[in-house]
């Protein structure tokens, strides 16, 4: 009778040939794969997968391509409703530090105006922030393509280039943009914030910056603009 150290050699013995065979066996086909390209089956008949790439391709040549683009970067009425903050305003700012605290105020001047064509509402806006002088750049359209309002904002007091987007509400008077920034104070990056443009009537609109990331949301700055007649 073969004793136990025996019967675990010829165990062991086994084992090793078993995996030999297999990494043999897996190199053997990777060789293979590497040397001969694999052909996809050409569908036959009314294969959804098929109709769908000549679809596309149709849709992306000659005249179809350029008829999608012109007829994309038509304004419509979603820049008509921009148009209607192109001016120059007074600006009252108040913000929040804290949610439960009085908020700090300041005054600023803002210009706004259309560009391109009607596409874009760009602003420059001029005041003062926290006792220092502040300077900001924003532009705002509306992406047809995609069907969201589009805004960016740059300042004297960052690096960086904020991006949000969204839309109008069921009155169609107030615009909701959420975006993310990135915060040197805490360090966070991607930080979600909102921000509310509401129109009140022809000379007066007011702008919200809410924040959303922790607990309940607060409004952490308002601006008033008026326009100068």
């Known amino acids: 009778m073969p004793t136990a150290e025996a019967l675990f050699q ?47 391709k149709a849709r992306a040549s000659g005249e179809n ?17 921009l148009a209607l903050f192109a001016g120059e305003f007074d600006v ?12 700090m105020e300041s005054t600023a001047r803002a210009t706004s105006e259309m560009i391109m064509g009607g596409r874009y509402l760009k602003m420059h806006y001029a005041g003062d922030l926290m006792g220092m002088s502040f300077t900001g750049m924003g532009t705002t359209g509306y992406d047809n393509t995609r069907n969201l309002f589009v805004g960016t904002w740059i300042d004297s007091m960052s690096t960086g280039i904020s991006l949000a987007s969204g839309n109008l509400d069921q009155t169609g008077t107030v615009l909701t943009l959420v975006g993310t920034m990135d915060d040197p104070a805490t360090g966070e990056h991607g930080k979600a914030y909102k921000q509310v443009l509401r129109w009140i009537d022809h000379d007066t609109h007011i702008f919200e910056m809410w924040e959303i990331l922790y607990g309940e949301p607060f409004k952490v700055m308002e601006l008033t603009y008026t326009r100068i007649k």
């Open 10 to 56: 010829f165990q062991r013995s086994n084992h090793m040939k078993v995996r030999a065979i297999l990494f043999a066996s897996v190199c053997v086909l990777a060789g293979a794969g590497a040397g001969v390209a694999v052909v996809a089956t050409q569908p036959e008949g009314d294969h959804p997968g098929k109709r769908y790439v000549e679809e596309f």
């Open 65 to 81: 391509a350029m008829a999608a683009y012109m007829e994309a970067s038509k304004p419509g009425a979603a820049h008509e409703f």
């Open 92 to 103: 009252t700012s108040k913000m929040w530090m804290d949610p439960s605290a009085p908020p």
